[in-house]
């Protein structure tokens, strides 16, 4: 004798070694006992097999119209063999009842399982709404289906793509479209950005890399609303000074200029003279507010997001020739000693003489004409002395840090000549030695204002953003601690409050110190424990790493179309480490293939193999090694 059995909501048969009034203890095909319990046994047989019946029941219930027993099966709560008497007209054989026991079971829209072989026909209403959900559903699986098909075609549905961006950044993975995108990317094993890419939900890959991070930081859009009226400052006095500022080509925010004026005792008085938009963007404005938003503006190789709006920028912008608000320290030092002997900050309004540019002059004011004292050159007048009093300061630092910085590291501009959104456009990629004399003048001078400028904070127990470094980590805090690396007792940023978020909240707390003196404490617009301030280090820190890691995204992608548009198939390299090399024309770090046993800085020639815009890598591999070495030295922080 076999039994049918329900287990895990699956029937199954055995056939029956032993039974009680409670338990049966079976067999099954495989030779395998076990128990059951007596209840959960819906019928016994004879005949056919225990597996004959399964496969019979089965293949013949697909013969059988649910629809059509819903029709016939009673109102009330039945059970199967009763049904299965009147459907077959006679006293059902153990493969019937099993036949219809499986076809209700299989039919739960039309008939609700009560109990141990017993039903009840679904209601009108419930079972209408039931088909039509079953229906719903299978249309959704077809269009998801369909569309699936046209992305694994490389065609784009239109109700894909107006969902294209959504999908590669907040996808809603409950939804149609996600799905039939899912199902299409296992289909060509390629990745949603991937498969949308080629399919033209965006014409290259560039476009791809800006929409997804606008959309992910900027969803209302890069503009502001219409900006604040900003006070004139007409009243602050005009400092008489001779001051230049040093910039690169693309610059706008000019943040700080400098100026040099000689004593009667061989002393000079050098100006840190920083932009001042603290006095018009006050704390907790709607200038504010936007600023605090954005921490910082973003920088990429032809376009820039600004920090506050256009009309902050060109009010205090330091533009040559024009009478601009700024923040100006003052400090009297030895040129050749590097001594400090009187410094004071004040805040007046100056008229920069010329908005200087590395591009034109760092190939005229070279160290060599520098050191040369007959030598005349363009603004050498204002070059040289600073050019002294750099290399005195630099010294002191150097001694500080115990070891001399290394400024060997290239840094490299990106010159894009034609529209940032347009993959095709001619880029230029040129190298710039961190050592060239007006880097190292104006870094070490915005190194000096933002430690005497963190100095002044402490000293009159002013709150600010301050920065350090011990045992080599970074961090920011609301009190001032040593910086290693820079080799300074206190340091806060303070030279760019244009496009700094920090910087910008420095200059409030100067400011009131500048105006106030002693008294500062008392009316400065952050007090000590301010929560504030905190969570204006946390914001920042997150949002500049935000910024940082998209910019060098975008350079990544810039310098891989450089070896496009220069069809460049080999080049020069030097080995970091294991198989990482860094290209020694480009800012680009690859994996190279095939590499031999080399040293650290090693230089060789590799190929290019293959670029991926997209996923921003290239494939390069090993070609032959050359003997002259390249520098692979890490940017230190500077101001």
């Known amino acids: 004798m076999f039994v049918l059995y329900e287990d895990g909501g699956q029937f199954k048969t055995g056939l029956i070694k032993s039974e009680t009034e409670a338990s049966l203890q079976i067999e099954a095909a495989s030779g395998k006992r076990s128990k059951i319990k007596r209840a959960h046994g819906i019928l016994t047989f004879e005949t056919p097999g225990q597996e004959e019946l399964l496969q019979q029941a089965g293949q013949l219930g697909k013969d059988i119209d649910p ?16 049904l299965a008497a009147d459907y077959f007209g006679h006293t059902p054989s153990a493969l019937e009842t099993a036949t219809l026991l499986f076809c209700l079971h299989d039919a739960p829209i039309y008939f609700h399982r009560r109990g141990k072989g017993t039903y009840r026909a679904a209601p009108p209403d419930i079972l209408q709404a039931a088909l039509a959900a079953q229906e719903k559903k299978r ?11 046209q992305l694994a075609a490389g065609e784009l549905p239109t109700e894909v793509a107006a969902q294209a961006l959504a999908l590669v950044t907040r996808p809603d993975k409950n939804t149609l479209v996600y799905k039939a995108l899912e199902q299409a990317c ?3 094993g390629l ?6 890419l080629k399919c033209g939900a965006w014409p290259h890959a560039l476009a791809l890399h800006r929409a997804k991070f606008l959309s992910l930081n900027f969803p209302k859009g890069v503009g502001f609303t219409a900006s604040p009226a900003l006070p004139s400052h007409d009243d602050l006095p005009l400092a008489n000074i001779t001051a230049y500022s040093v910039d690169d080509i693309s610059t706008t925010e000019i943040d700080d200029a400098l100026s040099v004026n000689a004593l009667e005792d061989g002393w000079l008085e050098v100006g840190v003279h ?10 907790e404005s709607e200038l504010d507010e936007w600023a605090r938003q954005r921490m910082s503006t973003v920088y990429t190789p032809g376009e820039k997001i600004p920090m506050q709006p256009d009309e902050v920028i060109n009010h205090y912008s330091l533009v040559a020739g ?35 540019r590395h591009n034109e002059l760092d190939a005229v004011i070279t160290e060599q004409a520098l050191n040369d004292a007959s030598a005349s050159f363009a603004y050498d007048h204002w070059a040289r002395p600073l050019w002294a009093v750099t290399q005195a300061l630099s010294a002191q630092r150097d001694e500080r840090r115990g070891k001399p910085e290394n400024n060997q590291r290239v840094d490299y501009s990106f010159y894009l000549d034609g529209p940032a959104t347009d993959r095709d456009t001619p880029v230029r990629i040129e190298p710039r030695m961190r050592q060239a004399p007006l880097d190292r003048i104006v870094a070490e001078f915005m190194i000096l204002a933002n430690r005497l400028w963190a100095e002044q904070l402490a000293q009159h127990n002013l709150p600010g953003v301050f920065r350090s470094q011990q045992a080599g980590r970074v961090r920011m805090s609301t009190h001032a601690l040593p910086h290693e690396a820079i080799g300074v007792e206190q340091y806060a940023w303070c030279t760019s409050p244009l496009r700094r978020y920090v910087d910008l909240v420095n200059q409030r707390q100067l400011l009131a110190l500048a105006e106030h003196g002693v008294s500062a404490a008392l009316v400065a ?30 350079e990544r992608y810039w310098c891989l179309r450089w070896l496009a548009q220069n069809q460049v198939q080999q080049c020069r390299a030097s080995l970091i480490r294991d198989n990482l090399v860094r290209l020694a024309d480009i800012p680009l770090v690859v994996e ?27 494939q390069a591999r090993f070609a032959h090694q050359t003997d002259a070495p390249v520098t692979c030295d890490d940017k230190p922080e500077h101001s």
């Open 67 to 82: 629809a059509f027993l819903w029709e016939v099966a009673p109102e009330a709560e039945f059970a199967v063999d009763e």
């Open 139 to 149: 249309l959704q699986a077809e269009q998801q289906a369909h569309w699936a098909d």
């Open 186 to 188: 296992q289909q060509t």
């Open 191 to 196: 990745s949603a950005e991937a498969l949308l």
């Open 274 to 283: 920083v932009a001042a938009p603290a006095l018009g963007v006050t704390r």
């Open 322 to 356: 024009q009478a601009i608000p700024a923040l100006l320290l003052y400090a009297q030092i030895h040129p050749d000693t590097g001594e400090i002997r009187h410094h004071e900050t004040r805040i007046e309004r100056i008229m920069v003489t010329a908005n200087l």
């Open 525 to 554: 617009p952050y007090q000590p424990r301010d929560d504030d301030l905190f969570a204006v280090i946390g914001g920042f820190e997150s949002q500049y790493a935000t910024w940082s890691d998209y910019q060098r995204q975008m």
């Open 592 to 618: 190279a293939s095939g590499l031999p046993e080399l040293q650290r800085g090693a230089e060789m020639m590799i190929d290019i193999v293959e670029t991926d815009e997209l996923a921003l890598r290239a």
